[in-house]
Structures are given as structure tokens and as C-alpha cells.
């Protein structure tokens, strides 16, 4: 379990906190040693005083003794009684204080015992070892209870107000910092938000924002170029081609082998270029629409009619629609069924159903080829990546790198694994709902 926040914004929040508790630790015991001993040792010191001008002087006869008290009480109105006498005036009704206690032995410089009683006042009374069959009522005029929830009270709102002010600061120096979060995240997926302002936060934070806004433009003009350099490579390139086709239908009879061989090269780079075409195409231009993969599907398998190959579907009833663009789904199901039926012989299964628990739908295709060794798998993704001989030479190795660039542009996931009895198994994970 982690104590210390490992984010900016909870370590500024951490750090504000642990100093306003370091100041209120402080603030506490300066106010117990500086404010509240010093005034109970006045108060134990004034109560001793009348306490020993009431304490039996062996000196003094009855009567003597009997007019001191009486002229302490005219003046302090302390009493001295007897235990018995004691009981019926309060002293059953009061508290021990071991604090007080102890001050109060100090002061008398012998064993005393206090006990405090509250009814319209405070009522102090002290019993000392000098006199042990005597208490002396000391009653306190003006004297309120130091309300020590009320303080403790007082320091919690200092400190969750302190924190507050902490929490709402750090959150305002943060805030250019999840803007530029989510921008770099929108810049990861192929899109180009609007710059930045430039002027929000501390200076650190606006020169990095600066930095970013410089870095997102650049890649935005390469990105551009690339496209327009694409286009325009694959427009000139398909010119030559259809003037060689045109060449080669021209061919005698006699030379129609090579005609052939000609036309399927023509084919197979034609094939290449839509594939760097599909590629390079920005999916997201295409509107989100709310549809049901099954249907998807569906109309995949129709369209795919290959004689002798059966292509077997198993879809969950009742699927939930999910946000998706349509036109770049389908080009992510025409890719894997292309390649299911490229690489394998024998039936292609597909499958779809629902992650309840992580609210994901998803759809598999298997084919029974010889599938991908298992240290190709990741490295099947990346542009211009083919898997082994077993699985062929054929395409430009564009055709995974489409389907993950599609299928991240969803904010999904796609896997590959290799089933247990042969064929290759590739599923696509893809959320109910997009993130914002």
C-alpha cells in the first residue's frame, strides 16, 4: 500500500497537508505549555494559599482557629470541612484530577489530593496529608471551562480548510497539465487538436506547452506531406501500370502466358497500393454510428462467397450496439477474412459476444493454418511485417498494421494467438463505450 502519491498533483496536495499537521502539532503544544500550564499553575498557587490559611494550625487554640476560618471565608468564601460534612456539600459529586493533584502537592510541599465539582461554578477541593480528616472547599467565581473540543475543533477546520486551499491551488497549476495530457493523447491517435493556450500556468508549465504545441504542428505538417507524397507516388505510379496493361492485352495469342504473368503483377501492385492507400487514410474523417457488430459481419460473410471454403459463423444473440465508424470496421473484417483465406485451407470460424464484466464487445476469426511463431506475434503489427514461409510471402505486410491502427483509432484492442489444434485465432476487443 502506498502512502506518498506518486502524481504531481497528490504530492502537492501530500506535501501541503503533512506541513499544515507539522504547524498544528506545534501550534497545539505551544498553546498546552505556553497558554494553559502556566494558567493552571496560577490557579493551583492562588487555591494553596487559601488552603493553607484553612488547614488546622496545632499552634492555635479552637476558637482561634474557628475565627481564622470564619474570616477566610468572609474573604474567599473556602470552608474547611470534615469528611462527613464534605460528603453533603458536594464532594460525592466531584473528580479526581491527577494534574491538579500533583500541582497542588508542589505548592503545599505535601501529599495533596484535589477533586473538582461543577454546578453554577467551579468547586476545587483539597484534601492534604497534613490534615488527612479534612477537605477545604475552594469555590472559583468567573472561572469557564476551558473547552477543549472547541479547540480541537478549531484545528480540524483550520486544516480541512487549509487543505482545501491546498487541494484547489495545486488542482489550478495542474489543470494545464491535463489539457496536455489529453492533447498528446489525441496527437497519439493520429488526430491534431487546436493548440493550446499558451498562457495558463506557471512558467515551467508554459514552456512546455509551447514545446508541445511546436512538436504537434510539426508532426501535423508531416503527416500532411506524407499523405500528399502517397498520393501522389501511387496516381503517377498507377498511370504506367494501366498503359502496361493496356501494352499487354495488345499481346498475340501466342504470347498470352506472358500476358498473363504481366496483368497478375499488375494485379498484385495494385493490390500494394491500396493497401499503402488504406493505410494513410485518416479513419476518423468517417461519422461514428451506432450499430450492432453482428450485422457487420453478417454482411462481411455474405459478400465473402468462396467456393469450396465454408465460412462458419457463431455470433451471441443480443449483442449490444457499440460507437463505431462502419466503413473502417468492415475494412478490418475484409483484412482478416483476406488473410484467414490466404494463409489457411479448410474452414474459417467467426465469433462474437460480450464482456459483461469489462462492458467490451468482441469477435474472432480462426482459420487452421499453420498459424504465427509465438516470438512474431507482436512484431506482426508493424508496417511491412510478414509472418513466416509457412504462412507465405504474398501482400506488402501492411495489412495487421491497418487493422490495429483502425481498431486503436476505436480504442480497442486486437490479439493474436495460436489455437490449440492448429490455425491461427485473432480476436478484437472493442469498448461499449468510447472514451471522451
Do not use: C
Not at 131 to 153: H, K, N, Q, T
Not at 328 to 343: D, G, P
Not at 401 to 411: C, E, L, N, R
Request: hydrophobic share 45%; net charge negative; no cysteine.
Amino acid at each position: 500500500m502506498r502512502i506518498f502519491p506518486r502524481s504531481g498533483f497528490g504530492q502537492t496536495v501530500f506535501l501541503i497537508g503533512f506541513l499544515l499537521l507539522i504547524n498544528q502539532l506545534v501550534s497545539y503544544f505551544s498553546v498546552a505549555f505556553y497558554v494553559i500550564k502556566p494558567s493552571t499553575q496560577q490557579i493551583s498557587h492562588l487555591i494553596s494559599r487559601q488552603v493553607n490559611l484553612l488547614l488546622p494550625d496545632p499552634s492555635l487554640t479552637a476558637e482561634e482557629q474557628a475565627l481564622v476560618s470564619k474570616h477566610v471565608q468572609q474573604i474567599t468564601d473556602s470552608q474547611l470541612f470534615s469528611e462527613e460534612q464534605a460528603m453533603l456539600h458536594g464532594l460525592a459529586n466531584a473528580s479526581y484530577y491527577s494534574y491538579f493533584s500533583q500541582q497542588m502537592s508542589q505548592e503545599l510541599k505535601t501529599e495533596a489530593e484535589v477533586r473538582i465539582s461543577q454546578t453554577d461554578n467551579f468547586i476545587f477541593w483539597v484534601r492534604s496529608s497534613a490534615a488527612p480528616d479534612y477537605w477545604i472547599r475552594v469555590p472559583l467565581a468567573g472561572l469557564e471551562e476551558a473547552s477543549f473540543p472547541i479547540l480541537a475543533f478549531y484545528l480540524l477546520m483550520i486544516g480541512f480548510l487549509s487543505v482545501m486551499g491546498g487541494w484547489l491551488l495545486a488542482r489550478h497549476l495542474n489543470k494545464p497539465l491535463h489539457s496536455l495530457q489529453q492533447a498528446a493523447i489525441q496527437v497519439g491517435q493520429g488526430e491534431f487538436p487546436a493548440p493550446l493556450s499558451e498562457e495558463v500556468g506557471a512558467t515551467e508549465i508554459i514552456a512546455v506547452t509551447k514545446a508541445f504545441n511546436y512538436m504537434a504542428s510539426g508532426i501535423k505538417q508531416l503527416e500532411q506531406d506524407r499523405a500528399l507524397l502517397m498520393a501522389g507516388v501511387s496516381h503517377d505510379l498507377r498511370t504506367p501500370l494501366t498503359r502496361i496493361r493496356l501494352a499487354s492485352e495488345m499481346m498475340a495469342e501466342p504470347d498470352s502466358w506472358i500476358r498473363e504473368g504481366i496483368v497478375n503483377d499488375i494485379e498484385d501492385m495494385n493490390a500494394i497500393i491500396d493497401q499503402f492507400i488504406d493505410y494513410l487514410r485518416h479513419h476518423k474523417q468517417e461519422e461514428l454510428q451506432h450499430i450492432n457488430v453482428n450485422d457487420l459481419i453478417e454482411e462481411t460473410v455474405q459478400a465473402e462467397q468462396v467456393q469450396q471454403r465454408q465460412l462458419i459463423t457463431r455470433l451471441e444473440a443480443n449483442l449490444p450496439k457499440i460507437w463505431l465508424r462502419r466503413i473502417a470496421m468492415k475494412r478490418v473484417l475484409n483484412n482478416l477474412l483476406e488473410n484467414a483465406l490466404r494463409y489457411s485451407d479448410g474452414d474459417i470460424e467467426i465469433s462474437s459476444g460480450y464482456e459483461r464484466s469489462q462492458k467490451l464487445v468482441y469477435f474472432e476469426i480462426r482459420d487452421h493454418g499453420p498459424g504465427i511463431p509465438e516470438h512474431k506475434m507482436q512484431a506482426m503489427f508493424s508496417p511491412f511485417v510478414q509472418g513466416d514461409e509457412a504462412r507465405g510471402s504474398g501482400g506488402s505486410g501492411l495489412g495487421l498494421a491497418i487493422i490495429k491502427k483502425i481498431i486503436d483509432m476505436h480504442q480497442g484492442e486486437v490479439r493474436l494467438h495460436n489455437h490449440a489444434y492448429g490455425g491461427l485465432v485473432v480476436t478484437v476487443l472493442l469498448p461499449l463505450k468510447l472514451a471522451s
